[in-house]
Nanobody, 122 residues
Framework: VQLVESGGGMVQPGGSLRLSCAASGFTFSSYTMGWFRQAPGKEREFVAAISRRLGVTQYAHYADSVTGRFTISRDMAKNTVYLQMNSLKPEDTAVYYC?????????????WGQGTQVTVSS
């Protein structure tokens, strides 16, 4: 099983980034996918989750702190989950992790990536 994040970097406040997470080694379409983050000196926190597809329906859930600014999506053909982050704030600075879980949206999350650093600073 592999989850490989990419797309992190440094951006100014108000800017945007799109994170990607490429999945392999498990049945991607059967899992809830989530994004989490951990800032220095803080515990890891939930950011967003997207359900597996249920017919034509797919659900997304967000932390209050990112609602309206971040969007999670997934491409079943590419086994990839994305996190589009707009209107970034300095408090969004953290290492961002993607994870695959068995239940939407709270997990448990069984597989984790290594993380990608996002720094929001002027």
């Amino acid at each position: 099983v592999q989850l490989v994040e990419s797309g992190g970097g440094m951006v100014q406040p108000g800017g945007s980034l799109r994170l990607s997470c490429a999945a392999s080694g498990f049945t991607f379409s059967s899992y809830t996918m989530g994004w989490f983050r951990q800032a220095p000196g803080k515990e890891r926190e939930f950011v967003a989750a997207i359900s597996r597809r249920l017919g034509v329906t797919q659900y997304a859930h967000y932390a209050d702190s990112v609602t309206g600014r971040f969007t999670i999506s997934r491409d079943m053909a590419k086994n990839t989950v994305y996190l589009q982050m707009n209107s970034l704030k300095p408090e969004d600075t953290a290492v961002y992790y993607c994870a695959a879980g068995s239940n939407y949206p709270g997990g448990p999350y069984d597989y984790w990536g290594q993380g990608t650093q996002v720094t929001v600073s002027s």
